[in-house]
């Protein structure tokens, strides 16, 4: 019996070990990505209703977030805690920089310092820069198995935008009507801030099918903010990454 007992002990111990041997072994990125809600409940559901008060993050510092106002009454915009929150009033784009709104989805995390990579001239179209967005996090050691943040400054050949406003009621959703529902067009060599996640792991939660991003924008001079859906790149653009240092 007392054989019995040590040698179970001793089988403990080594099951013990070799579990915090695993937990310490696999790596993980030091911010973490999180979110509310999800893109195929709208599309799907038609659940556009809120699932998250924006007033839970307004003391967090270095704040970046993105999504879409409950009911998809329009845009989340946060950079580094600051709300550029876009709506669509009488047909005018208006912005609301406060936290006193509801998502019905939103992306979001905390980084406190991002480390700059100058964007090739040869990276120009959407498809282009995707890759090249993997590959730069592969290379400054961001675990790309987890979903990331990015940012991106400088002035894009041209960029596709648009803001949602939509019909209350209308339960047949699609990316083409929710472009349509409110204010879209297109802007050409304009400075802008993009904020995006990236996540090969979360399509039709943050991200549509056919892309591992998603992307919003504002101008410099804040007249435009909202919901990137296609671009093509100028020379000179900067990418920013998390500082994994």
Not at 165 to 176: L, M, T
Not at 205 to 214: L, S
Request: aromatic share 8%; glycine share 6%.
């Amino acid at each position: 019996m007392k054989n019995i007992i040590i040698l179970l002990t001793i089988i403990s111990i080594t099951s013990c070990a070799t579990v915090n041997r695993e937990a310490t072994n696999k790596e993980t990125n030091k911010f973490k990505v999180e979110y509310y809600g999800a893109l195929k409940n709208m599309m799907h559901k038609g659940d556009v209703t809120a699932k998250v008060d924006l007033t839970n993050f307004e003391n967090v510092e270095h704040f970046y977030a993105l999504g879409a106002l409950e009911n998809l009454k329009g845009e989340i915009q946060i950079f580094d805690s600051k709300p550029f929150n876009t709506m669509v009033l009488d047909n005018i784009l208006k912005f609301d920089k406060t936290f006193n709104k509801k998502a019905t989805l939103l992306v979001y995390a905390s980084v406190k310092k991002w480390k700059s990579t100058n964007i090739p001239n040869s990276v120009v179209t959407y498809e282009q820069l995707e890759s090249f967005i993997e590959q730069a996090a592969k290379d400054n050691k961001i675990h790309i198995d987890e979903p990331f943040p990015f940012l991106i400054e400088g002035t894009p050949k041209s960029l596709d935008w648009h803001v949602i406003n939509w019909k209350d009621g209308d339960n047949e959703h699609s990316h083409d009507k929710h472009i349509s529902s409110g204010l879209n067009g297109t802007i050409e060599n304009r400075q802008v801030e993009i904020l995006g996640f990236f996540s090969d792991s979360h399509h039709a939660i943050f991200t549509h099918h056919t892309t591992n991003m998603h992307i919003h924008l504002k101008t410099i001079d804040n007249k435009i903010a909202g919901h990137v859906d296609g671009l093509e790149l100028g020379k000179g653009m900067i990418l920013k990454l998390p500082d994994t240092k």
